[in-house]
């Protein structure tokens, strides 16, 4: 018998199928162990020793293979082909040596590119054993991590009321995002105009722009006046035009090269709207296969941008089938990472088969909108560049003094464009003149008379740099060399998860406590913030990965220099003091007008200070004078409140009493009397909502919750809709299920509602082992007599009676569904099961059938004899 252990159950199924009946493939489910987070999981002391603990649920799937192992001639490790993957396989060796499972059994490393039958199969005929060198880059990037985490941040605990942790990777990556806010707060708008005239030379009307005024050249931000901008809106009127010049330039622009892990988290970012976590769970699937399907993409955790010679062929015959000769060039497109730190041990991420076109495959949302996108970008990457006629016309006024231009493009030849273009990061609206200019311009002749025929002139302001949105903050990092690409996904959600950062509209805004820990870090663990180091550090554990640098070395010079720094910034005093002093100028910026920044507005006669309050675990900036002034406002440029504290927001229209805005030691609030009653209403200010703009109106709405939304349809009680401690929510029979923003808890109707209730109480029963409660009863069945409902299920809702589910078709509302509707599905499903349950006694049989085949012993030690001269292996215990 031979085992096969994958991460997945679903690639284990896809696997089990392609290998036969003397395999039995089983499923780790990931990670199987782990640094425990507790001191001591890793000991410097002891050269860098580190305790490992078996996740609780891998207990019993560890049990399970080390059975089979027991009963198995070879034991083939088969976990992704990454580093993870590598550390996985290694762990799982680990495991099964220390239960004395294997004895003589061959234990081999087998690793495939995609999880398609030829791929499996010939891993299967190449195996290896496992590669140390990058398991030892694995364990000392775990160690690092470990280190950073529980070293700096009990630091941070201690010093910083309201920190929640520090991280090697993440604490770069915050800086990044608190950088541009600073940038943003610190920027200056400038007011520009531009002069735009529309002219006619015996042709179709033509939009021009002002080059050159009084004799000078014009550039964007040159006209600063609206009286500059008349007086060549004047001139333009006045003068008289002549073409000078009519260029016309092919250009030829060449396809996107296809996907590897970061540019596809950034293109699904831009035009699906997906998180970096969101498109890695839809790729993983798609890696892994769908249903009959086999893998759909190749791996997904990639730095390359290679294809291979198949896949080449086979795109460019998709091209000429679909598109025809012209659009497939006359030599394949070969492409190769520019990053000097890329490893590039993978293909780019491309579809398997490149003749299933994604109009062809039946998936669910996300995983159909993300393989259309693969399969778009690969087959434009081999497909003919696209040619354009861009055309450039100069025209001037006799003295010379006035000049316009007008440009514009036309696409010859579409080419790559006929499928696919990349979507592009932040283009500024006020831009320059470089940008791509769609406009098609009439026929036009040097020489010819322009007639004026309107003139515009139009006022601009320079616009701060953008936000990071989650497609430019992963290119950033990469751009940088910081982290890798299996690991984007995992820092971007913790920086949600840890509250550093919120999001609005999709971009990154670092929240209050976000930006004092970076301001802690730069100003106590400079070294450890710093991009140069950061990237720097990445690339010695890359060449612990290529087997160029121990990995100890590494450990080693990295906390000889974070132990000392960390034990002074722990007995040193007066730590929030010293941030107050150096991060003064940024929360207490120059006004301008001679007056002390730090002057409070509420008391007129104390001083802003940073102050903590290990109480409540958080910092803020307060009155000197405190108790006697109770001023607080957040760190931000608009986190003060204009009038300096407690202010009048008006009247409540429904019952005449006043509306205040009033900052406790909670934070802001607002307050009301109802009538006839002596206690006050109060309601916090949700997360993200600034006490500086805070209208009536949004003081109302937030008193008058909770809301009632209706009755529920099933028992008649109440849902309400309210804001709680954490965050908004609705609340049915004592079930509360979190609604996704505090906008929606004014708007959600009866339908949401009974819906969010419906899959809290769903994952609910879920998670603690039991049966999920059903959306719907539709009662009983009149053959069986057991009753029948609609279920939420991990990949869409069914209906369930008895041991019969049927998935509902698509585009069917759970809540619609009659019970004349779910017997024909039940019936349809029931006719299938017997078929498909005839297969799993043998399966069962397979699984622990003893191998008939005695005479392949001698060629299985063979093939596990075979290993890499350059590598460091790891081999089982004696």
């Not at 694995?138 to 009990?154: E, K, M, W």
């Not at 060399?481 to 690991?487: D, K």
Request: proline share 7%; net charge positive.
């Amino acid at each position: 018998m031979n085992l096969v252990v994958v991460e997945s159950p679903a690639k284990a199924k896809t696997i089990n199928k392609y290998l036969g009946p003397d395999f039995t493939v089983l499923a780790s489910y990931g990670h199987v162990r782990d640094l425990p987070s507790k001191d001591g999981s890793v000991l410097p002391d002891d050269d860098f020793a580190m305790s490992w603990e078996v996740d609780a649920k891998a207990s019993k799937r560890l049990s399970e293979i080390a059975e089979v192992a027991k009963r198995s001639d070879r034991v083939i490790l088969a976990t992704d082909p990454d580093r993870e993957g590598e550390a996985i396989s290694w762990h799982v060796l680990e495991i099964l040596t220390k239960k004395k499972v294997l004895k003589d059994t061959h234990v081999e490393r087998v690793t495939f590119n995609a999880i398609t039958k030829s791929a499996v199969l010939e891993a299967m005929a190449n195996p290896r054993q496992i590669d140390m060198e990058l398991v030892e880059a694995y364990l000392a990037r775990r160690a690092l991590d470990y280190l950073v985490g529980f070293t700096l941040s009990p630091v941070l605990w201690r010093k910083l009321p309201g920190a929640r942790s520090a991280g090697r990777v993440q604490s770069v990556a915050l800086r990044i995002v608190v950088d541009r806010e600073l940038e943003i707060e610190a920027f200056k708008a400038q007011e520009y105009w531009s002069v735009e005239a529309d002219l006619a030379a015996d042709s179709p009307p033509f939009t021009t722009r002002l080059v050159k005024h009084a004799g000078k050249r014009v550039q964007r931000l040159d006209i600063t006046s609206e009286a500059m901008a008349a007086a060549a809106r004047d001139a333009i009127k006045a003068g008289t035009f002549t073409i000078s010049s009519v260029e016309k330039k092919p250009v030829k622009r060449a396809p996107a090269p296809p996907f590897m892990t970061s540019t596809l988290q950034q293109e699904a970012s831009r035009k699906l709207g997906f998180t970096a976590q969101r498109t890695m769970q839809a790729a993983q699937k798609l890696y892994e296969g769908v249903d009959d399907q086999g893998g759909l993409i190749t791996y997904m955790r990639t730095d390359g941008l290679s294809v291979s010679p198949e896949g080449i062929a086979q795109a460019r015959e998709v091209i000429g089938d679909r598109f025809g000769p012209a659009y497939v060039p006359e030599q394949p497109r070969y492409y190769k990472t520019k990053a000097k730190n890329a490893q590039e041990a993978h293909e780019a991420i491309r579809p398997t088969n490149m003749t299933r076109a994604p109009e062809t495959l039946r998936l669910d949302g996300d995983l159909q909108k993300l393989y259309e996108l693969i399969w778009k970008r690969t087959i434009a990457s081999q497909m003919e560049s696209a040619r354009l006629d861009r055309t450039t016309v100069e025209i001037e006024e006799p003295t010379g003094q006035t000049g316009l231009r007008a440009t514009g493009q036309v696409v010859a030849f579409d080419g790559f464009m006929a499928v696919y273009e990349e979507g592009r990061d932040d283009k500024p609206k006020d831009g320059g003149d470089d940008e791509d200019d769609t406009t098609r311009l009439p026929a036009l002749k040097e020489g010819a008379i322009a007639r004026v025929e309107a003139v515009r002139t139009d006022q601009h302001f320079t616009e701060p740099p953008p936000r990071f949105s989650e497609a430019t903050l992963v290119k950033k990092l990469e751009e940088l060399g910081i982290g890798r690409p299996s690991t984007y996904a995992s820092i971007l959600t913790t920086l949600r998860d840890r509250e550093y950062v919120r999001m609005d509209k999709n971009r990154f805004i670092p929240e209050d406590n976000g930006r004092l820990v970076t301001a802690f870090l730069e100003q106590f663990f400079t070294r450890w913030v710093e991009y140069d180091f950061t990237a720097a550090l990445e690339t010695r554990l890359d060449e612990v990965s290529a087997g160029e640098l121990d990995w100890k070395v590494v450990l080693r010079e990295f906390w000889q220099q974070l132990k000392p720094a960390t034990e002074a910034v722990t007995a040193r005093q007066g730590v929030i003091d010293e941030l107050d002093t150096a991060i003064g100028p940024f929360l207490f910026p120059d006004k301008g007008d001679g007056t002390d920044p730090r002057l409070c507005p509420l008391c007129k006669s104390g001083r802003l200070h940073l102050k903590a309050s290990f109480k409540m675990r958080s910092s803020f900036i307060g009155c000197s004078n405190y108790p006697e002034c109770r001023y607080t406002r957040g760190f931000g440029a608009a986190s003060e409140v204009e009038d300096g504290g407690d202010r009048d927001l008006g009247v409540d229209p429904a019952t005449g009493q006043p509306v205040a805005l009033k900052i406790g030691r909670f934070g802001p609030y607002v307050e009301t009397t109802p009538p006839g009653e002596e206690k006050p209403k109060r309601s916090s200010l949700p997360k993200g909502w600034s006490p500086a703009s805070l209208t009536l109106d949004q003081a109302l709405r937030l008193l008058a919750l909770p809301r009632e939304v209706g009755m529920h349809p099933e028992d008649g009680k109440p849902i309400t809709a309210g804001l709680g401690r954490y965050g908004p929510f609705v609340l049915h029979a004592g079930t509360y299920a979190n609604v996704a923003d505090i906008d929606e808890v004014f708007e959600v109707g009866l339908n949401r509602a009974v819906v969010l209730l419906a899959e809290k109480r769903a994952g609910k029963f879920a998670g603690r082992g039991g049966a999920a409660a059903p959306l719907k009863d539709l009662g009983a069945h009149p053959e069986t007599g057991e009753p029948i409902h609609v279920m939420a299920g991990r990949f869409g809702p069914y209906v369930k009676s008895g041991k019969i589910n049927a998935t509902l078709p698509k585009g069917t509302a759970p809540e619609d569904l009659t019970l004349e509707q779910a017997l024909p599905l039940l019936a349809a499903r029931a006719l299938a099961a017997p078929a498909k349950g005839k297969k799993a006694p043998a399966a069962k049989k397979a699984a622990v059938k003893k191998p008939a085949a005695a005479a392949k012993k001698p060629a299985a030690k063979k093939a596990a004899a075979k290993k890499p001269a350059a590598r460091k292996t790891a081999k089982p215990a004696a």
